[in-house]
């Protein structure tokens, strides 16, 4: 039993022990022993490239990571990419729930109406992993949601060729998977099941509301299931499928409400002003009220939560990635609420200096992934960082562009900055840009800096050259 056990460790790839390596020459020897037929990229790519992030901070660049950049090279699916040079503009964005990856929806200046990417970048790194090409994605009517992470991350769902909503692989270059073509005129909202496998789509045509399948590869209107008209749920422009099997909508300036999937019937009704948002879990909806309140909604019953009479004019909602927070952002302060009601107040304008136009971008602030923190957006093009325990100062700021329509705070405390040509990455720590280019990207998921390689083999070819000079 224990020579088996001896027998696996000695086959495994050795992270743990490159994480301890307490000098160059150990984690040199370390790599160079390594089971590189061991290596998974699914498990270790992640955990080794930021060990070896950790070693290059203590070491500099080692001969470990040469020996390891070109093993990442080898790998099948590896390629190297350059920074994007081709100007873009982007007509959606999202955001991964946990924080790792965000897609846009793109299409290059003057291109025509079948042109349009679907693009993948890591936060990590600042790298745009995947692209799948020639979408006509139709994010571009300035509303929320038009591109959305499904299935707990694992795929994309985004409306496509004016009217077509379509499943996608975020890692893969094929296109859509499964589309669900139901409705006509402008891109429709819509929301995919917690599993993913079926997708409801609103619209204003034939009936209010359809499920379809979004596991078929392609289902037509008449194969969709459709529901019976009923006036309160005709237009939605927002929904949310929660958990417990409640498709929670809303329309413009008009009401919001709570569907049944499984029983095909109206839970609740309830007039609604704007804007209107619904939590990540679907749990709560929030609006302003036509009499100035903001009105928190217990989506399962319709029925008031609390309200906030105080707050003046809101411009936007902003959640929490947990749903436990709120960020109402008005004219003069953003205010944050909990599940009981309102928290604190910041006293300062968030508002960028651009105007979206046909962009629904990500929001004027940004919550910390844990929500201990808060990101908001100036009109000068600084993100100011607040802590959401103490907001006497500011903790930093960062100095963005002044073109920024909208940011997202990622994980590893990565800030990114949407603009109508672009987005940017930055690090909240160093206030730095978070840019690894060029890089070696692995299976169109993870990249790789090739500078590892280049920076230590660069000072090793000199020497070479000044060897066969003087000889």
């Known amino acids: 039993?224990?020579?088996?056990?001896?027998?696996?460790?000695?086959?495994?790839?050795?992270?743990?022990?490159?994480?301890?390596?307490?000098?160059?020459?150990e984690l040199?020897?370390?790599?160079?022993?390594?089971?590189?037929?061991?290596?998974?990229?699914?498990?270790?790519?992640?955990?080794?490239r930021d060990a070896l992030a950790r070693a290059e901070a203590s070491f500099g660049v080692t001969e470990a990571h040469a020996l390891c950049t070109q093993r990442i090279a080898a790998l099948?699916?590896?390629?190297?990419?350059?920074?994007d040079a081709t100007e873009t503009r982007i007509l959606a964005f999202a955001l991964r729930p946990d924080g790792a990856y965000f897609a846009c929806a793109t299409k290059p200046e003057h291109a025509g109406d079948e042109e349009g990417d679907l693009d993948v970048w890591e936060v990590a790194t600042g790298v745009r992993v995947n692209r799948i090409p020639r979408l006509a994605l139709t994010g571009y009517d300035g509303a929320a949601g038009r591109v959305q992470w499904t299935a707990g991350g694992h795929e994309l769902a985004a409306a496509f060729r004016t009217n077509a909503v379509?499943?996608?692989?975020?890692?893969?270059?094929?296109?859509?998977?499964?589309?669900?073509?139901?409705?006509?005129?402008s891109p429709p909202a819509f929301a995919a099941s917690p599993s993913g496998t079926e997708i409801a789509v609103a619209t204003a045509t034939r009936s209010p509301l359809c499920f379809a399948s979004f596991r078929a590869h392609e289902t037509r209107a008449d194969e969709a299931r459709w529901l019976s008209a009923e006036a309160p749920l005709f237009d939605a422009h927002v929904l949310r499928w929660t958990e417990g099997g409640?498709?929670?909508?809303?329309?413009?300036?008009?009401?919001?409400?709570?569907?049944?999937?499984?029983?095909?019937?109206?839970?609740?009704?309830?007039?609604?002003?704007e804007p209107v948002s619904i939590s990540p879990d679907g749990t709560r909806l929030v609006h302003y009220a036509d009499d100035g309140r903001l009105v928190m909604l217990d989506t399962a019953t319709g029925e008031a939560l609390h309200d906030d009479a105080g707050c003046g004019e809101v411009r936007s909602f902003v959640w929490s990635g947990d749903g436990h927070r709120l960020a109402a952002v008005t004219d003069v302060d953003v205010r944050i609420y909990g599940r009981k009601g309102l928290v604190t107040v910041i006293e300062i304008c968030a508002e960028s200096a651009v105007d979206p136009d046909e962009l629904a971008p990500p929001g004027v602030v940004a919550f910390a992934p844990d929500a201990s923190r808060l990101a908001t957006l100036g009109p000068d093009g600084e993100v100011t960082i607040?802590?959401?325990?103490?907001?006497?100062?500011?903790?930093?700021?960062?100095?963005?562009?002044?073109?920024?329509?909208?940011?997202a705070w990622g994980a590893g405390d990565v800030l990114v900055t949407v603009a109508e040509t672009g987005v940017r990455l930055w690090s909240i720590r160093t206030g730095?840009?978070?840019?690894?280019?060029?890089?070696i990207?692995?299976?169109?998921r993870w990249a790789w800096p090739e500078r590892w390689d280049a920076e230590r083999s660069a000072p090793a070819s000199a020497a070479r050259r000044r060897a066969r000079r003087s000889a």
């Open 1 to 25: 039993m224990m020579r088996v056990a001896r027998s696996e460790q000695a086959s495994a790839f050795p992270l743990e022990a490159i994480g301890r390596a307490a000098s160059a020459e």
């Open 28 to 48: 040199t020897a370390i790599v160079r022993e390594a089971r590189w037929d061991a290596f998974d990229p699914e498990t270790h790519f992640v955990a080794l």
């Open 76 to 83: 099948a699916r590896a390629r190297r990419t350059m920074a």
């Open 166 to 185: 379509g499943r996608f692989l975020p890692f893969s270059t094929c296109g859509a998977v499964a589309r669900v073509a139901v409705t006509a005129g």
């Open 246 to 273: 409640l498709l929670v909508g809303a329309r413009r300036n008009a009401s919001a409400f709570g569907f049944d999937v499984a029983r095909g019937s109206l839970v609740w009704s309830t007039a609604v002003g």
């Open 386 to 407: 607040w802590s959401l325990a103490a907001f006497s100062k500011p903790l930093g700021s960062i100095a963005v562009d002044v073109a920024t329509i909208g940011i």
């Open 432 to 439: 730095r840009e978070v840019r690894t280019t060029p890089a």
């Open 441 to 444: 990207v692995v299976s169109r």
